[in-house]
């Protein structure tokens, strides 16, 4: 993956949810990238690594019926922090950060 700041990859990361098109994070998910899931309770799941990653975003994208909404996004410098709502196919809203 080329270098890219923070702010475009923050985009992309959204596009990938907004569009349904599981195919951005390739070139988004870095080899040694480290997730931390909230689910299942009470401990989550952690994921590391390129395959497990890229498999947990690329799920998430290509759901038709869930969707985020992001609310707000704030970049500074290498980091990011992105505001979103999760809505499901039954109307329920959902806040949290990502």
Known sequence: MQARDTAEVVRRFNQAFE???????????????VMESI????N???????DINLA???AMAADRINRFEVEDTFVMGDRANIRCASISATAARCAGSA
């Open 39 to 42: 689910q299942p309770a009470p």
């Open 19 to 33: 569009e349904h098109d599981p195919a951005i994070f390739e070139d988004l998910v870095a080899a040694d990238c």
């Open 56 to 58: 947990f975003w690329q």
């Open 44 to 50: 989550g799941t952690r994921y590391e690594g390129y």
